[in-house]
T-cell receptor, first 110, second 109 residues
Framework: DVKVTQSSRYLVKRTGEKVFLECVQDMDHENMFWYRQDPGLGLRLIYFSYDVKMKEKGDIPEGYSVSREKKERFSLILESASTNQTSMYLC?????????FGQGTRLTVV | AQRVTQPEKLLSVFKGAPVELKCNYSYSGSPELFWYVQYSRQRLQLLLRHISRESIKGFTADLNKGETSFHLKKPFAQEEDSAMYYCALSGHNFNKFYFGSGTKLNVKP
């Protein structure tokens, strides 16, 4: 089974802090994604990466950046966390148009 | 632009009743459609995809290109079907998935 692992289940950060969310997959997938999940809004794509060092903006990239230095690892960076970035963040990887998700990181910005 | 619409935020049915979760999409081309499910305290996982034409856990979904719909159906709902269901679309750029806002299914005993 594909395993997608997010480094933290819960995070609490202060406004203005730089925040790193880490995601690792173990199946050599080329595609990796970061979504945020909000009630009533579903999953919205922040960024995705289709290869090492390659990235593309999703629908809501503002306030976020990403890093993919190794194939198995995709990091989401909040440059200066704000309260409106309080959300559940989901990482996924995909192969043959099947997406596999991590368990999610619930980030609270206070 | 691509869009996935799930009109119902919450759907409550009794055990044994039929259930239909609606999904409509807009896409200028031939997309691939999926249903994903998230059970309580579990990660989001693929339930089924239209090209597979399979039934998973008693659920089926048929792609209707004329109505641009991909409704999820089950003839007899079970309590263990209670979960959050997301319809998703993958288009020409098969790297990307677009999700609807989700429908919470509550199956009452």
């Amino acid at each position: 089974d594909v395993k997608v692992t997010q480094s933290s289940r819960y995070l609490v950060k202060r406004t203005g802090e730089k925040v790193f969310l880490e995601c690792v997959q173990d199946m050599d997938h080329e595609n990796m994604f970061w979504y945020r999940q909000d009630p009533g809004l579903g999953l919205r794509l922040i960024y995705f990466s289709y290869d090492v060092k390659m990235k593309e903006k999703g629908d809501i990239p503002e306030g976020y950046s990403v890093s993919r230095e190794k194939k198995e690892r995709f990091s989401l960076i909040l440059e200066s966390a704000s309260t409106n970035q309080t959300s559940m963040y989901l990482c996924a990887s995909s192969q043959d148009r099947k997406a596999f998700f991590g368990q999610g990181t619930r980030l609270t910005v206070v | 632009a691509q869009r996935v619409t799930q009109p119902e935020k919450l759907l409550s049915v009794f055990k044994g009743a039929p259930v239909e979760l609606k999904c409509n999409y807009s896409y200028s081309g031939s997309p691939e459609l999926f249903w994903y499910v998230q059970y309580s305290r579990q990660r989001l996982q693929l339930l089924l995809r239209h090209i597979s034409r399979e039934s998973i856990k008693g659920f089926t979904a048929d792609l209707n290109k004329g109505e641009t719909s991909f409704h999820l159906k089950k003839p007899f709902a079970q309590e263990e079907d209670s979960a959050m269901y997301y319809c998703a679309l993958s288009g020409h750029n098969f790297n990307k998935f677009y999700f609807g806002s989700g429908t919470k299914l509550n199956v009452k005993p």
